[in-house]
């Protein structure tokens, strides 16, 4: 397993020096710094983020670090450590929602389009960026959105963007708007907040609706416990739009509208509302929004509790609602969760958008090894791609490293 499990672990993860470096060989010229932004996991609250309800992530050890350049030309040059052939270059004039970039870029040229449109981006800033990963693409991370903010924290800094560089809830506005509006994918605000909001040692417990958030505290340390990451290399994808996650975007609404009320986080009475719904699927995803909202609320209760072995309960009912009722999980999702409990973990789920990526589970430190080997045996006996497992602690959120 990659481990990052004590504070040393994450800062290790952290090398500034070879970033800057590398821009310095690609431009010829010294970055005039480097930002990070992590990867999130979500402990709860799946899917409620687009239905204005609440979720409670962690920003992950693990995220994009860039080195930047501003310029006054217009025009930004955007090179990948980890896609060394894929460069790309664009006119931020030029930027076009309607014929986005397409592959990785677009999440770049998307944060450009999106600072524009919002006011806080003048015509001709420009950039030369240099950008390192240790996220995995497609394993429900939050890949993305880790790209979109830090290049979005790092343009603010660099241009000098006052307004915006000191309000990390606008700027999670902006990311977003750049992920919807030009990439192409109906998300909610849950990823660019956990990136850009989170802190250290603590959970970030975020209304989507009014964008109020307080910091939870999850000291993995003090109560044994380690949070084992299945990365199950199925990989999802959010931004096609005839794809799952569209669809239950779309039933959500639908489902709001037939009961007259604003988003799914307005509903009251769980029973009454789905007895005033006739189509059985739609039930099944109101049923899950209004409880997994719930689900929230008594995860953090159980945390600022102190009991966070108790959360385990809370992990298993999330992930059979996520299974039974949003049909979002996956065959290789399941077992991971079932196997983890079965060997020892207190408690798992699946964690993001679903259809592939990644689960969490809440394991007591002295079995981490015997959970991984159990859930690594049964995906091999079960003819799965080998998972890959990570166990993390709640980690620093987006920040300018020098
Ligand atoms: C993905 C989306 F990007 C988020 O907005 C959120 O809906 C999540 O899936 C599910 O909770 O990560």
Same mark, same amino acid.
């Given at each position: 397993?990659?481990?990052?499990?004590?504070?040393?672990?994450?800062?290790?993860?952290?090398? &500034?020096?070879?970033?800057?470096?590398?821009?310095?060989?690609?431009?010829?010229?010294? +970055?005039?710094?480097? #930002?990070?932004?992590?990867? !999130?996991?979500?402990? @709860?609250?799946?899917? &409620?983020?687009?239905?204005?309800?609440?979720?409670?992530?962690?920003?992950?050890? #693990?995220?994009?670090?860039?080195?930047?350049?501003?310029?006054?030309?217009?025009?930004?040059? *955007?090179?990948?450590?980890?896609? +060394?052939?894929? /460069?790309?270059? =664009?006119?931020?004039?030029?930027?076009?929602?309607?014929?986005?970039?397409?592959? #990785?870029?677009?999440?770049?040229?998307?944060?450009?389009? %999106?600072?524009?449109?919002?006011?806080?981006?003048?015509?001709?800033?420009?950039?030369?960026?240099?950008?390192? $990963?240790?996220?995995?693409?497609?394993? $429900?991370? $939050? $890949?993305?959105?880790?790209?979109?903010?830090?290049?979005?924290? %790092?343009?603010? /800094?660099?241009?000098?963007?006052?307004?915006?560089?000191?309000?990390?809830?606008?700027?999670?506005?902006?990311?977003?708007?750049?992920?919807?509006?030009?990439?192409?994918?109906?998300?909610?605000?849950?990823?660019?907040?956990?990136?850009?909001?989170?802190?250290?040692?603590?959970?970030?417990?975020?209304?989507?609706?009014?964008?109020?958030?307080?910091?939870?505290?999850?000291?993995?340390?003090?109560?044994?416990?380690?949070?084992?990451?299945?990365?199950?290399?199925?990989?999802?994808?959010?931004?096609?739009?005839?794809?799952?996650?569209?669809?239950?975007?779309?039933?959500?609404?639908?489902?709001?509208?037939?009961?007259? *009320?604003?988003?799914?986080?307005?509903?009251?009475? *769980?029973?009454?509302?789905?007895?005033?719904?006739?189509?059985?699927?739609?039930?099944?995803?109101?049923?899950?929004?209004?409880?997994?909202?719930?689900?929230?609320?008594?995860?953090?209760?159980?945390?600022? %509790?102190?009991?966070?072995?108790?959360?385990?309960?809370?992990?298993?009912?999330?992930?059979?609602?996520?299974?039974?009722?949003?049909?979002?999980?996956?065959?290789?999702? /399941?077992?991971?969760?079932?196997?983890?409990?079965?060997?020892?973990?207190?408690?798992?789920? @699946?964690?993001?958008?679903?259809?592939?990526?990644?689960?969490?589970?809440?394991?007591?430190?002295? !079995?981490?090894?015997?959970?991984?080997?159990?859930?690594? /045996?049964?995906?091999?006996?079960?003819? =799965?791609?080998?998972?890959?497992?990570?166990?993390?602690?709640?980690?620093?959120?987006?920040?300018?490293?020098?």
């Amino acid at each position: 397993a990659q481990a990052a499990t004590t504070r040393g672990d994450v800062e290790r993860l952290v090398d &500034t020096g070879e970033v800057a470096a590398a821009f310095t060989e690609a431009y010829g010229r010294e +970055p005039v710094g480097v #930002w990070r932004a992590p990867g !999130r996991v979500n402990l @709860m609250g799946e899917h &409620t983020d687009y239905n204005d309800g609440l979720v409670l992530p962690i920003a992950l050890p #693990w995220g994009v670090t860039l080195a930047l350049a501003p310029t006054g030309d217009g025009t930004a040059e *955007v090179r990948s450590a980890q896609r +060394p052939d894929e /460069d790309v270059r =664009f006119a931020t004039a030029d930027l076009d929602p309607e014929a986005p970039l397409g592959g #990785w870029g677009s999440y770049v040229a998307g944060v450009f389009w %999106a600072a524009r449109e919002a006011g806080h981006l003048p015509a001709d800033a420009g950039a030369r960026i240099l950008v390192d $990963s240790d996220l995995p693409v497609g394993a $429900s991370l $939050s $890949s993305s959105a880790a790209l979109e903010c830090a290049v979005l924290l %790092a343009l603010a /800094d660099a241009h000098g963007l006052a307004d915006l560089a000191g309000d990390r809830p606008a700027m999670a506005v902006i990311a977003r708007r750049a992920e919807n509006g030009y990439v192409g994918a109906p998300t909610g605000i849950l990823d660019q907040s956990a990136s850009l909001r989170c802190t250290e040692g603590y959970a970030l417990n975020l209304d989507c609706r009014t964008g109020a958030a307080g910091a939870v505290p999850f000291d993995l340390e003090k109560a044994g416990l380690r949070l084992l990451i299945v990365d199950t290399r199925v990989e999802h994808k959010l931004s096609d739009t005839t794809g799952g996650y569209a669809a239950r975007y779309e039933q959500c609404t639908r489902a709001a509208r037939e009961l007259g *009320v604003d988003a799914l986080r307005d509903v009251e009475d *769980v029973d009454s509302a789905l007895a005033r719904l006739d189509d059985p699927v739609l039930k099944d995803r109101v049923r899950h929004v209004v409880t997994e909202i719930h689900r929230v609320n008594a995860a953090v209760g159980l945390m600022r %509790a102190g009991a966070l072995g108790d959360l385990g309960a809370v992990f298993n009912a999330s992930h059979i609602s996520m299974r039974d009722q949003f049909a979002i999980s996956t065959p290789e999702l /399941d077992l991971a969760v079932e196997t983890a409990v079965a060997a020892g973990a207190r408690g798992a789920r @699946m964690t993001g958008g679903g259809f592939g990526g990644s689960a969490i589970a809440l394991v007591p430190e002295d !079995r981490l090894d015997r959970v991984g080997k159990a859930v690594a /045996d049964a995906f091999a006996e079960n003819g =799965f791609r080998a998972p890959a497992l990570r166990a993390a602690l709640p980690s620093p959120g987006a920040r300018r490293l020098r």
